[in-house]
């Protein structure tokens, strides 16, 4: 069966950069479409980026957008998430996802997910 392994997590001051990776095995990513959503305590999941299976689209949510920088390795079958310039409010769990699909102006997740890795933004 397909499965996402992320990693990369961990606690980070303000300003700082992280660089999520994600894993995939049972699957060859150079065919899905990926993407990485988050979820914040008392919050409802919500979209972070996303990368075609052929790398020509990506669509960022505004809230991260000029500071993360999604790229993926198909040789390695891995996708990254490059955080940057953090925020105390990007704090949450972070989740790679395979599957999904593009529209205009939003972007619905795949069946298969990773377990998540924690980000926590404090000072």
């Known amino acids: 069966q397909p499965q996402l392994v992320e990693s990369g997590g961990g606690l980070v001051q303000p300003g700082g950069t992280l660089r999520l990776i994600c894993v995939a095995s049972?699957?060859?990513?150079?065919?899905?479409?990926l993407a990485w959503f988050r979820q914040a305590p008392g919050k409802e999941r919500e979209f972070v980026a996303a990368?075609?299976?052929?790398?020509?689209?990506?669509n960022y949510a505004e809230s991260v957008k000029d500071r993360f920088n999604i790229s993926k390795d198909n040789s390695a079958n891995m996708v990254h998430l490059e955080m940057n310039r953090l925020k105390p409010e990007d704090t949450a769990v972070y989740y790679c996802?395979?599957?999904?699909?593009?529209?205009?102006?939003?972007?619905?997740?795949?069946?298969?997910w990773g377990q998540g890795t924690q980000v926590t933004v404090s000072s």
């Open positions: 996802n395979a599957g999904g699909s593009f529209y205009t102006d939003y972007y619905t997740p795949g069946e298969v």
């Open positions: 049972g699957m060859g990513i150079s065919i899905h479409n």
């Open positions: 990368i075609s299976w052929r790398g020509d689209l990506i």
